[in-house]
């Protein structure tokens, strides 16, 4: 079992940026490929990043690419998503989860998950 609490959400004007942190407890964190998703109002929840157990290899949403960074801490049982050039099209509820399968962009694959943390990007 994993608890997981994000952090870090906020009201922000395009062109800025947010650093959101998801902290873990419970079992070992190493063990999971941590992901981030978003979902907005009337949308399906969908894939943002992701990084394996290490913390050596990242996939990230076309539509995110070159404006993300997602790490992790795995000392601090902690990840971490850097949002850079933010648009008001990233504005949505963002979640971390925890995944015992390979490195994957599957909502279904995620077996925990945060509560969410709300990003509101103004233009």
């Known amino acids: 079992q994993v608890q997981l609490v994000e952090s870090g959400g906020g009201l922000v004007q395009a062109g800025g940026s947010l650093r959101l942190s998801c902290a873990a407890s419970?079992?070992?964190?190493?063990?999971?490929?941590m992901g981030w998703f978003r979902q907005a109002p009337g949308k399906e929840r969908e894939f943002v990043a992701v990084i394996n157990r290490s913390g050596g290899t990242t996939r990230y949403a076309d539509s995110v690419k070159g404006r993300f960074t997602i790490s992790r801490d795995n000392a601090k049982s902690t990840v971490y998503l850097q949002m850079n050039s933010l648009k008001p099209e990233d504005t949505a509820v963002y979640y971390c989860?925890?995944?015992?399968?390979?490195?994957?962009?599957?909502?279904?694959?995620?077996?925990?998950w945060g509560q969410g943390t709300q990003v509101t990007v103004s233009s």
């Open positions: 989860a925890a995944s015992s399968a390979i490195l994957n962009n599957r909502v279904g694959s995620y077996d925990y």
């Open positions: 419970g079992r070992t964190f190493s063990v999971y490929v």
